[in-house]
């Protein structure tokens, strides 16, 4: 048994142009692309013929199964990864959290305990590090052992994730010294806690005036602060979610200087806008950092064609409609949307087809960067041979409509519902393997591996 896939007569984009032809599986690798690569020994073959093929996508920022130690989302591994498959994310970068007491290794083998068994793509981890005692900033290094060598940390979130400058800082110089990315969640505490507390005692706490709570200033003045520590430690940050133009232009203009730090932004930003929080069902978009003014969208659209921003990732997060409305209140309705099945066709929707970017730019920010970037390129990321065979055929043709009935996730809604897209995924392949088919999951729980990854030389 030979496990050759054909992939017949798509568009097949590759780091050396995009050409109409063939991509030839074996076994769980890339074996050859071309025109018309041979039919015979093959053991099934998937007409791509006016498709699209694309390297599986890598979504560097989900939260499956996420305990903010407050909050529970209600899927699973099982679940979020079906999602993933279906959406055409072939490799998933998850978080363990580091819970009071614990060391970064019983984080990592926490995370890795919930996974076990149920992945049905490949997975890496960021260890999110709430606590680093002065003194032990070398325990960093197990990170680097581990093959999840980042630390992800956050400047707001009291009292389970806020780290302050201090503390920062000495993160910042750890990593540093041992090749580790720092992943910043980046909003001013101060700003953030005192917009609250004013619209809290104003008796404005209904869902309206999430975004209110959370102004684009203390997005823009910590990645401010965060570039200026990151460099005085010399270390690489990688901003999380820039959801305003303006962060995103105080990151490139610190990288102007030679200052090491890569934006990512989520299709929520470029997709959505705050005229939501006015509407209907404000609850599909409470997220920090919230939806901006229209005119943000357009300039991080920009902004991600001009190569200023380097990755999209979804943040995805699958809290139930009933958690999402429990309370009716902004300061205690967990944040998070899921997006793990729509960022796909969203982005080639409203991004290819709109013609804001190119499909070359849409696999660079959602495949070939985020491999990367967090040290699995060229194995993740790319159509060249003796790559994962990790494949998406999309077909462009197709006129549909987002709709929650035909997603994998347990929340019971998606902040898209109804919106218009163009394409739909046909074939999805990890590894080699088929694990969605038109809508259907067609995976095993448990296929799925973790990746250990080495940012050495990236
Ligand atoms: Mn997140």
């Known amino acids: 048994m030979s496990d050759r896939i054909l992939i017949r007569n798509g568009l097949v984009v590759t780091p050396a142009g995009t050409f109409r032809g063939d991509v030839m599986t074996h076994g769980e690798e890339i074996l050859a692309i071309g025109e018309a690569l041979p039919m015979s020994q093959v053991d099934e073959v998937i007409d791509a013929d006016g498709c699209l093929v694309l390297p599986g996508l890598v979504d560097p920022h989900v939260h499956i199964q996420l305990d903010t130690g407050i909050y529970q989302t209600k899927d699973d591994w099982g679940v979020g990864t079906r999602a993933a498959a279906c959406g055409g994310v072939t490799t998933v970068l998850d978080f363990a959290t580091q819970f009071p007491g614990q060391t970064l290794e019983q984080a990592l083998e926490n995370r890795w305990n919930e996974v076990d068994g149920k992945a049905a793509v490949d997975y890496g981890l960021h260890v999110m590090v709430t606590d680093l005692p002065a003194g032990e900033e070398d325990e960093l290094r197990t990170l680097v052992r581990l093959g999840a060598p980042e630390a992800k940390v956050y400047t707001t979130y009291r009292p389970n994730y806020y780290m302050d400058d201090d503390r920062l800082l000495r993160v910042f110089k ?6 580790i990315l720092v992943m910043v969640h980046a909003e001013n505490d101060a700003m953030v806690s005192a917009a609250t507390e004013r619209l809290i005692a104003a008796g404005k706490t209904s869902l309206r005036y999430h975004a209110q709570a959370r102004p684009m200033l203390a997005e823009q003045e910590a990645a401010h602060r965060v570039a200026f520590l990151a460099a005085e430690a010399g270390a690489r940050a990688y901003v999380v979610h ?5 962060t995103t232009e105080i990151l490139a203009e610190a990288r102007r200087k030679g200052i ?8 929520q930003y470029l997709i959505l806008d705050d005229s939501l929080y006015e509407g209907e069902h404000p609850e599909w ?6 939806l901006r003014p229209r005119r943000e969208g357009a300039k991080l659209w920009s902004l991600l064609a001009s190569g200023e921003i380097s990755t999209v990732g979804t943040d995805h997060c699958d809290y139930t409609l009933e958690q999402k409305v429990s309370t009716m209140k902004f300061p205690s309705t967990p944040g998070g949307i899921p997006g793990l099945e729509t960022s796909l066709p969203l982005m080639y929707t409203y991004g290819v087809a709109a013609g804001r970017i190119s499909l070359e730019r849409l696999v660079e920010v959602m495949s070939t960067n985020p491999a990367r970037i967090f040290g699995m390129f060229p194995r993740k ?16 043709r197709h006129k549909g409509q987002i709709s929650v009935g035909r997603l994998h996730t347990v929340g019971g809604y998606t902040p898209y519902e109804g919106m218009g897209v163009q394409g739909t995924i046909r074939v999805v392949l990890s590894r080699g393997k088929p694990v969605c088919r038109d809508g259907e999951f067609v995976g095993d729980a448990g296929r799925g591996r973790y990746l250990e990854r080495s940012l050495s030389g990236s």
């Open 174 to 179: 750890a990593a540093a010294k041992h090749g």
């Open 242 to 246: 820039n959801s305003t133009g303006g």
């Open 260 to 267: 090491n730090v890569i934006s990512e932004t989520c299709p």
């Open 285 to 290: 978009v409470i997220l920090q950092p919230p």
């Open 381 to 396: 990321g790319t159509i060249i041979p003796g790559s994962d065979a990790d494949l998406v055929v999309y077909d462009p």
